[in-house]
Structure formats: C-alpha cells, structure tokens
C-alpha cells in the first residue's frame, strides 16, 4: 500500500540507481543542497556499508530520509525491504516519469542517474507515494 509522506519534511534525499550487481547511490542534504555519490554492492554487505557512508555524512537512514528509486522489480526488493525495516521513506518512481521530468539529456551513467533521481525526489517530494511494508508484501505477490 502506498501512502503520502508524513508532513516533516525529510532532511536528506537519496537517490538509487540500481542495477542486479550494483547501487549508485547520490545523497543531497536539503539544508545546503550538498550532494555526495557513492558506488556499492546490490546485496546486504552492500546495504549495510550504504547505512555506514550516510552516517559518516550525518544521515542517519530513518525518517529523516526520503529515497527515491526507478521501480526494477525483482532488483530492488531486497534493498526496499532493508530500508523500510530501518524506517526509511521508499518512494518507487516510474522510470518514465522520472526522464519526463529532466527532458532530453545528453549523456548517460549510473551515477549521473543516480543524481537525476536524488534530484527528481527533492524536487518533487510532495508527490511522493511512499511503501508500507504491506505493500511490499503486495508487490511480492504480484511478481
């Protein structure tokens, strides 16, 4: 079940590019715009060394944060399942809707992707529609 972000506005955005072996990950601090990427395995070391970087850079991966990600099926369950037990915001997002957003580009790689999401979220986090674990239990189902 999807559901809209609780009103506190989240302190850090992160944008995930993934693929099956890997996550390119792009943080923005909402206070100072500051964004920081970094390039990790797509399996629980992997997420578990993500959680170790966004604290070494002040996020905390709970509620203060929304992430943002292209909805890959079978690519990203392991890791929504991850950041929903830790609290995080998950936001699946049409990887249409996404390039809609930025327009016609020039150029193209995991981290630059990974950057038009954290951005295409800090932009509009409004129309966020946010995973419950209920409906990542759903969307198992439904693959």
């Keep these: 079940m999807e559901k809209p972000i609780n009103p ?4 850090f ?3 995930i590019d993934v693929s099956n072996d890997s996550l390119d990950v792009c ?3 909402v ?3 500051r964004q920081l990427c970094h390039k990790l395995n797509n399996n629980p070391s992997g997420f578990r060394r993500m959680k170790a970087w966004l604290k070494q850079h002040g996020c905390e991966a709970g509620a203060d944060t929304l992430c943002c990600m292209e909805h ?8 929504v399942h991850y950041l929903l037990a830790r609290g995080v915001h998950v936001w699946l997002e049409s990887a249409l809707q996404i390039k ?3 327009g016609m580009v020039r150029g193209k790689d995991d981290k630059v992707d990974a950057q038009r999401i954290a951005r295409y979220a800090l932009l509009h986090q409004q129309e966020a529609q946010c995973l419950s674990l209920s409906g990542v239990t759903l969307e198992r189902l439904k693959d």
């Excluded at 506190?8 to 302190?11: E, L």
Aim: glycine letters at 12%.
């Design 8 to 11: 506190q506005a989240p302190s």
């Design 31 to 33: 206070s100072d715009g």
């Design 72 to 79: 890959t099926g079978m690519y990203t369950r392991q890791l």
């Design 13 to 15: 955005m992160l944008g």
């Design 27 to 29: 943080l923005i601090r």
């Design 100 to 102: 809609r957003s930025v």
